[in-house]
């Protein structure tokens, strides 16, 4: 009940296309669904984040999408560029209590120039 | 200030040696999360610190590690009797407890890769 499901596990997308990577998650009590770009040899780095009172939070050139109901997030990237190439990770929190991350196991992305 | 900082980025160690980490949160966070992230997967969960008192351990944290946060400052984890298991990159985290700060989630360091030979 602790789990994240990320997928897929890589994505190879075209510069200037669409890449969408679905999470989906068990436990309830999350209320609080960031994303992380990590890039070789330094740490995680927020990207956007999400509470679930909303279906849709915009930063740029990223979207979250949310699915109460049906306990699934995704983020979608438009405009890919390759500086956008890294590993993206999905994460659940509830933010009552210790605030701890349960994180999804990574999606590799490389954008073709 | 400069983010949260990690000391040393990378350690080689033998087994059956103690190691023991650093972490500097940004000044002001209260909150401290170390975790474990080994190659090809996300971050797992070790411990967490709310100013100076730990209050979580992952079952993943055996006898073997300890960590400590005196005066709700700096970290340090330490393992004692390293076994090639352990070899991982250990990422600390930190974040302020507040209203706004959810919406900032944590603020990562960029890791101590341990490699146990």
């Known amino acids: 009940q602790q789990q994240v499901k990320q997928s897929p596990q890589s994505l190879i997308v075209q510069k200037g296309g669409i890449s969408i990577i679905n999470c989906a998650y068990e436990?309830?009590?999350?209320?609080?669904f960031p994303w992380y770009q990590q890039f070789p040899g330094k740490g995680p780095a927020l990207l956007i984040a999400?509470?679930?009172?909303?279906s849709e939070k915009k930063e740029g050139r990223f979207t979250i999408s949310f699915n109460k109901s049906a306990k699934q997030f995704s983020l979608h990237i438009m405009d890919s560029q390759p500086g956008d190439s890294a590993t993206y990770f999905c994460?659940?929190?509830?933010?009552?209590?210790?605030?701890?991350?349960?994180f999804g196991t990574g999606t590799r992305l490389k954008v073709l120039a | 200030d400069t983010g949260v900082s990690q000391d040393p980025r990378h350690k080689i160690t033998k087994r059956g040696q103690n190691v023991t980490f650093r972490c500097d949160p940004i000044?002001?966070?209260?909150?401290l999360y170390w975790y474990r992230q080994t190659l090809g997967q996300g971050p797992e969960f070790l411990t967490y610190?709310?100013?100076?008192?730990?209050?979580?351990k992952s079952r993943l944290l055996s006898d073997r590690f300890s960590a400590e946060r005196p005066k709700g400052s700096f970290s340090t984890l330490e393992i004692q009797r390293t076994e090639q298991g352990d070899s991982a990159m250990y990422l600390c985290?930190?974040?302020?407890?507040?209203?706004?700060?959810?919406?900032?989630?944590?603020?990562f360091g960029s890791g101590t890769r341990l490699t146990v030979v």
């Open positions: 994460a659940a929190a509830s933010t009552s209590g210790t605030y701890k991350y349960i």
């Open positions: 610190f709310q100013n100076e008192a730990q209050l979580e």
């Open positions: 999400i509470r679930p009172d909303v």
């Open positions: 985290a930190s974040s302020l407890e507040g209203p706004l700060s959810v919406s900032r989630g944590y603020t």
């Open positions: 436990n309830t009590a999350f209320d609080y």
């Open positions: 000044s002001e966070h209260n909150r």
